[in-house]
């Protein structure tokens, strides 16, 4: 597949990415694939109770997390985004505690990570970017100066009433935000032509008069460049853009989904297409950047940094149940009060 | 006797009303001007919503505010009402305080995923990062003859969400400086409007926000606060509880019952969330029987949970249970129905009187 810029979206004229740049993508492309596959194993293990798996999406994350500029820009992932979180530099214990069911939304600072909190309702926060962008607007940026905001959404998000007032609002208030879609090809077990009507998500941003493209989410590099001109564009005021990752799930929507009900594993292999990692692996070689050695050092930053990982989601343990009374208001109410009250003598009796 | 009979009487009785600095002004007005000021006061705050802008509501309670602090604060949306309530999680991300409206009760519920997974809590899942200090507008209640979906009732449901305050004000005095108040708070709250209530006058004083507390006593729950509830009527023998636009309807019974020698307590519980407990055991301590009021439908409704409270604080002293009048469990009835549903005067006096009769059996 190839990347088929729309002729709105302004001219990137940003330097091709360094052989450096280029290494730290594939380091954190090998960091995602490890810890995504060893959070199924956590799982499996019983060390977390739940994960949502992004196996195959590698590229569509890591590739758009890595354009984000976090002195300006914020995010609004979805379940599934632990790669633009891991390549946005998060605290990636704090990112894992919510599949250790310790907080829901996690436990990083969302401010100074410019990662908002994990959300489970899919489409929700599509809506928060526009209005998060809408005050990028408000606060009167110079051109090129401004913040962007980026949603992350799948193709079964796409159906929900909130993606569509999201693309109407901003494109009606020229917001500067990137509806960043990875279109996996499966809402759990409803496949994208049972889901998507209209050909592609980023065909219906015609209808907004939104600027869309359709990039190959498997090729970190595309994916980087598609989202580094999304942002130039509405950096200097030009409004939303709409980005359509076209991706894979390789593996079960959640570690409680079978996919063998609904697609066969030939199924999976025909079209889940080349792995986004072999892929990159192959071009680096190719044109020189990288040689075996780095590659082995990058399986083992990987592995060492898992490892950290799981010990410090280990050492979380749970939190106080204090917590659970004092964070739902600013300014809490004298029932809830009275609630916390009565739940810490009733609990320091049992 | 009529209302507006009742209004000026109750208004010549009133010391507020000659205190200066008072004027007399409708709670449209009254909203309209604390708008006004709450822009100026505050450069973060901005208000949108369906035809808010130019035409200034349907309602008017925006009126001139576009035209006097520019389109960047007032501002029209697409009509999309989660997409207003999203829209405002985003620019409270952002630093804003947004003072968003729904055009008509009805029309929140298109917004409820937002007001409740999202605006509710936001605070809780960003570990208090990231605070919503949005105060909803819900023009709200019966009573105007509207079609179906533009009078509706639903203080139960947004009380019921952790993570919402719900407030709503029954005078121009009260919608001037619980609106205010409400808009410099760092927790979303849900400011339901009596929108029979817009064209009425009463007077308000803008420049204390507590001018009941000289004829009331001093104490500072007892209507002295605009964090609980009003005492809207002494009285000894039963309590009203009301809110919105019952309170005006409930005054008018206790003027009734009056003539009977019915001494009739009128509590403005103002806050549906947090329910101002004490006031609630103050009043009904007294009076040793209460009567809740609401347009809501019975089952589930706010009127249990007061219920439940003065129980809780009187229920040795209590000569009778707590009785409700309320709408009925039927979806809220068409303008001409509305008589037949919205507690009338006949239907609170039954009230009382079952209250007042009421024998130990």
Same mark, same amino acid.
């Given at each position: ?350 | ?171 121009? %005095?009260?919608?001037? %400086? ?37 004829? %009331? ?19 000894? %023998? ?124």
């Amino acid at each position: 597949m190839t990347t088929n810029p729309v002729p709105a979206v302004v001219e990137d004229d940003a330097a091709p990415l360094t052989h450096p740049q280029l290494r730290e993508l594939y380091n954190l492309m090998a960091a995602v694939r490890h810890l995504d596959t060893s959070a199924v194993a956590w799982q499996r293990q019983g060390i977390i109770p739940g994960y949502a798996p992004e196996l195959g999406q590698e590229a569509a994350q890591v590739g758009s997390g890595y354009a984000v500029d976090r002195t300006r820009d914020f995010v609004f992932p979805t379940y599934r985004e632990m790669g633009v979180a891991r390549a946005m530099g998060l605290d990636m214990v704090g990112y894992m505690s919510t599949h250790k069911a310790t907080w829901h939304g996690g436990m990083y600072n969302p401010l100074e990570s410019r990662f908002a909190p994990i959300q489970a309702v899919v489409a929700g926060s599509v809506l928060h970017a526009v209005g998060w962008a809408h005050g990028q607007t408000l606060a009167g940026h110079a051109a090129g100066e401004m913040g962007v905001a980026m949603t992350y959404f799948g193709d079964g998000a796409s159906s929900q009433g909130d993606v569509h007032e999201a693309m109407n609002f901003a494109a009606v208030m020229k917001s500067p935000v990137v509806f960043f879609i990875q279109n996996n090809g499966w809402a759990i077990s409803v496949p994208t032509e049972r889901q998507v009507a209209g050909g592609s998500v980023a065909a219906r941003a015609a209808g907004y008069g939104i600027p869309s493209l359709q990039v190959d989410g498997n090729d970190v590099v595309a994916v980087y460049e598609a989202t580094r001109s999304a942002f130039a564009h509405c950096r200097a005021g030009n409004g939303p853009v709409v980005i359509e990752a076209m991706t894979y799930r390789r593996g079960p929507h959640s570690t409680a989904d079978d996919p063998g009900r609904y697609r066969t594993l030939e199924e999976e292999r025909l079209d889940a297409g080349e792995d986004p990692l072999t892929r990159f692996r192959q071009r680096l070689l190719e044109e020189g950047v990288a040689d075996e050695a780095f590659f082995a050092e990058a399986q083992r930053l990987a592995e060492e940094e898992e490892e950290a990982v799981r010990a410090g989601i280990a050492d979380l343990g749970p939190r106080p149940g204090s917590e659970m009374f004092s964070l739902v208001f600013q300014e809490p109410t004298p029932a809830l009060q009275s609630q916390a009250t009565a739940w810490r003598e009733e609990s320091e009796h049992v | 006797m009529s209302e507006t009979i009742t209004q000026a009487r109750r208004e010549e009785n009133n010391p507020a009303t000659a205190a200066p600095g008072v004027q007399q002004m409708s709670m449209q007005q009254a909203l309209n001007r604390a708008l006004d000021e709450i822009l100026a006061e505050d450069p973060k705050t901005v208000i949108f919503g369906e035809d808010c802008g130019r035409l200034g509501g349907v309602f008017r309670i925006t009126d001139g505010l576009q035209a006097k602090h520019g389109e960047q604060r007032v501002f029209d949306t697409p009509l999309a009402e989660s997409g207003i309530l999203g829209m405002s999680v985003g620019l409270a991300m952002a630093g804003f305080h947004p003072i968003p409206e729904v055009q008509f009760d009805g029309f929140a519920y298109p917004a409820i995923n937002q007001i409740v997974c999202q605006i509710a809590r936001m605070n809780y899942r960003s570990r208090g990062t990231l605070p919503m200090p949005i105060t909803l507008r819900v023009p709200s209640f019966g009573g105007i003859r509207a079609p179906e979906h533009h009078g509706e009732s639903l203080e139960a449901l947004f009380a019921h969400v952790p993570g919402l305050k719900v407030v709503s004000p029954s005078t121009p %005095h009260d919608a001037y %400086h619980l609106l205010k108040y409400a808009a410099t708070r760092p927790d979303p709250v849900i400011f339901m409007e009596p929108k029979s209530r817009y064209w009425q006058k009463g007077p308000v004083d803008v420049t204390n926000a507590l001018p009941g507390t000289a004829v %009331h006593d001093a104490d500072a729950d007892n209507g002295g606060s605009l964090t609980g509830a009003r005492v809207a009527r002494e009285g000894r %023998h039963i309590t009203l509880v009301a809110w919105g636009a019952m309170v005006a309807r409930c005054l008018q019974v206790a003027d009734l019952a009056a003539e009977d020698g019915i001494d009739v307590e009128v509590l403005d519980l103002r806050w549906l969330k947090p329910i101002d407990a004490a006031a609630l055991a103050r009043s009904v301590g007294k009076t040793r029987r209460a009567v809740v009021v609401h347009e809501a439908p019975l089952t589930s409704g706010l009127g249990a949970e007061v219920a439940q409270l003065i129980t809780q604080s009187c229920f040795s002293t209590l000569k009778a249970p707590v009785e409700r009048v309320t709408g009925f469990d039927v979806p809220y009835p068409s303008g001409d129905l509305e008589d037949e549903y919205i507690p009338n005067i006949d239907r609170i006096l039954f009230g009382i009187q079952r209250v007042l009769e009421y024998r130990r059996g």
